[in-house]
């Protein structure tokens, strides 16, 4: 079965880092394209950033400068370190992977990542 | 950048009714890059529809997808108790990569 579990949540003070992971099962991460997308509490979703078969990275102008997406193949894992953390980051966050022109057909269970003092 | 509005905010609907769902883009986009996804409480979103109208793996034909240029329909033929969540539209582009709706909350 193809499956995302994603682990690495939890509560955490303005300004520190977090790093989520996700384990990929039944497929390699290294041959698709692996996105983030979070949902703030009671909101809709967002996408924060991708990681191409080949490596590289995107990210949303909210991500840039302070997430890091990367991935290790041996692992079969996804990772995104997040820095600079702000109550805005307040989400769950989950990995997903992409398989037609964007739509997401794999969703991890999500991270919660609370961001408060 | 591409917005997509989704309207109504909420609709509520009995059992056995059809639902009809919109999203409209800010700007014209393909219909291959339109996708809609389905979330119940607690639960990750699911891909009902991908390239507008192609039910993905395992989606009941009561879900379909339709639309084109700025205007794009899911619509549920005959809703299910099961069928009662929030739906999203989404977009695939180049920035941002994944834009989404704000939502459509089908209640009973």
């Known amino acids: 079965e193809e499956q995302l579990v994603e682990s690495g949540g939890g509560l955490i003070q303005p300004g520190g880092s977090l790093r989520l992971s996700c384990a990929a099962s039944g497929f390699h991460v290294s041959g698709n394209y692996m996105s983030w997308v979070r949902q703030a509490p009671g909101k809709g979703l967002e996408w924060v950033a991708v990681i191409y078969r080949g490596g590289d990275t995107y990210y949303a102008d909210s991500a840039k400068g302070r997430f890091t997406v990367s991935r290790d193949d041996f692992r079969n894992t996804v990772y995104l370190q997040m820095s600079s953390l702000r109550p805005e980051d307040t989400a769950v966050y989950y990995c997903?992977?992409?398989?037609?022109?964007?739509?997401?057909?794999?969703w991890g269970q999500g991270a919660l990542v609370t961001v408060s003092s | 950048e591409v917005v997509l509005t989704q309207s109504p905010g909420t609709l509520s609907l009995s059992p056995g009714e059809r639902a009809t769902l919109s999203c409209r883009a800010s700007?014209?986009?393909?219909?291959?890059?339109l996708a809609w996804y389905q979330q119940k409480p607690g639960q990750a979103p699911r891909v009902l529809i991908f390239?507008?109208?192609t039910r993905a793996t395992g989606i009941p034909d009561r879900f379909s997808g339709g639309g084109s240029g700025k205007d794009f329909t899911l619509t549920i033929s005959r809703l299910e108790p099961e069928d009662f969540a929030v739906y999203y539209c989404?977009?695939?582009?180049?920035?941002?990569?994944?834009?989404f709706g704000g939502g459509t909350k089908v209640e009973i």
């Open positions: 700007q014209s986009v393909s219909s291959t890059s």
């Open positions: 390239e507008a109208s």
């Open positions: 989404q977009h695939f582009g180049s920035s941002p990569r994944l834009a």
């Open positions: 997903v992977r992409e398989y037609y022109f964007g739509a997401c057909d794999i």
